[in-house]
């Protein structure tokens, strides 16, 4: 008979996304890991088979938190389409003022495990695919009712709109952590709302 854990495996997860985000996949080793989670090696092993398959439960764990609270946010006809792609790019500024805040400097680890992962490893590659097209329907279906409402210029397809917005924000996310201060990184969200108004 299998005897049964003895940890919540949601706060290991929670601690292990915590160490992948600050360190990278890569730099982040298995005694690294080890006090992160509060787990022993074998237990680690036991609870999440390997390193890669942990690091793909943190990655996808922290990708459906933030997408899903980025998609709620633009998804609440509550409010203006261009209000809620400002609260969209006001979102990024005001997380990494807070890392700032705290010394972490770690941006996004969807980002950064793009940049450190995406071409070499399919399985992060589709989970990041899959989050972006997620994050693009959002982006896509605020921008085309903003281009309805006459609050976003109509010279570029809704697409074309919410990659570029998407790119923004990756580029706002690691020009942050190159020491980019909240005064430089509002002057780009305000540029890029600039460039979507008739």
């Known amino acids: 008979m299998a005897r049964p854990r003895t940890f919540d495996e949601e706060v290991a997860l929670e601690g292990a996304m915590r160490l992948f985000w600050e360190k990278g996949y890569e730099a982040a080793s298995t005694q690294d890991l080890c006090e992160a989670t509060g787990l022993g090696r074998s237990s680690i092993y036991n609870a999440f088979s390997s390193k890669h398959a942990l690091f793909v439960r943190a990655l996808t764990h922290y990708l459906d938190t933030m997408t899903a609270d980025q998609t709620t946010l633009l998804d609440d006809t509550g409010q203006s389409p261009l209000t809620r792609i400002r609260s969209f790019l006001a979102g990024a500024v005001d997380a990494e003022e807070h890392n700032r805040h705290e010394r972490l ?14 071409l070499r490893d399919p399985e992060v590659a ?14 896509q279906g605020v921008i085309a009712a903003g281009q309805h409402a006459g609050e976003i210029s ?6 074309a709109i919410a990659l570029f917005l998407n790119a923004t924000i ?17 002057a780009i969200t305000e540029t890029a709302l600039d460039a979507l108004t008739p």
Do not use: F, W, Y
């Open 126 to 139: 589709g989970l990041l695919q899959r989050d972006l097209e997620r994050r693009l329907d959002s982006l």
């Open 170 to 186: 990756g580029g706002m996310r690691v020009s942050a952590q190159n020491g980019l201060d909240r005064t430089a990184l509002e």
């Open 105 to 118: 400097g770690i941006g996004c680890l969807g980002v950064n495990s793009s940049t450190e992962l995406s």
């Open 154 to 159: 109509r010279t570029r397809e809704p697409r």
